[in-house]
């Protein structure tokens, strides 16, 4: 996190490939609750770049280019890494996953506490990535 005018800015961007970044903008909204910042389409009518938010963070996402390393985790048959989005309390986790859940999201952890005092669930996106959502909050040093 980098500080200017006496605010936190954010400093990472998980930047992620589907196949059909329009379905996967859609389901995002829907399922778990992003909002478009910016959707920029190329003339094919894939995304070149998107960017969500979500509790006032935000993600980066496109369409999968053959001529870029950035794979959909369905091209690779696993998903090779996870989202970790922290909220504010257990209850905010539960209320995600019931979000989630009624949306038909594939859930793939049910919520369950951890033994480093987290509230966490995760689900699979319909391509394969994995978003776990908890009430962990890393601090830096």
Known sequence: MSST???SAQTFYPALRYRDAKAAIAWLK???GF???AVHENKDGSIAHAELALNGN???LGSVKEDLVGKSARDVG???STVYVALDSAADVEAQYRRAASSSASI???PNDTDYGSREFAVSD???HIWTFGSYRPQSP
Request: proline share 5%; charged share 20%.
């Open 126 to 128: 319909p391509e394969g």
């Open 58 to 60: 935000m993600i980066m």
């Open 108 to 110: 793939v952890r049910e």
């Open 5 to 7: 005018s006496g605010y």
């Open 78 to 80: 696993a998903a090779t």
């Open 35 to 37: 909002t478009e910042h």
């Open 30 to 32: 829907a399922a778990l």
